[in-house]
């Protein structure tokens, strides 16, 4: 069995800053890419940052710049350093992991971490 735990949400002002943390458990062998997610109310849920095992990374545009995706292999660990933050980017945010456990590749969600941003 495997989990993402992610940590860090909260409220921020307009302009300030947050940092996100998802933490993979359980029979792990290898993780593949890793994303973060966000879904605001009333909206479809959208991919923010990707992270390949390899280190490639990619963003969506409207957080380049603002956000920065980085993991840690040994921690098995993902973090989103989320600077600048706009009232836009108030979501739940998800982590996303595509993780073996040596057999299979399977696809595992987080639980969903609020970031609320009040101008």
């Known amino acids: 069995q495997v989990q993402l735990v992610e940590s860090g949400g909260g409220l921020v002002q307009a302009g300030g800053s947050l940092r996100l943390s998802c933490a993979a458990s359980?029979?792990?062998?290898?993780?593949?890419?890793m994303r973060w997610y966000r879904q605001a109310p009333g909206k479809q849920r959208e991919l923010v940052a990707i992270i390949t095992s390899g280190g490639k990374i990619t963003y969506v545009d409207s957080v380049k710049d603002r956000f920065t995706i980085s993991r840690d292999n040994a921690k098995n660990t993902t973090y989103l350093q989320m600077n600048s933050l706009k009232l836009e980017d108030a979501a739940v945010y998800y982590c996303n992991a595509l993780i073996s456990d040596g057999i299979r590749w399977e696809n595992y969600w987080g639980q969903g971490t609020q970031v609320t941003v009040s101008s």
């Open positions: 359980g029979s792990i062998f290898s993780i593949n890419a």
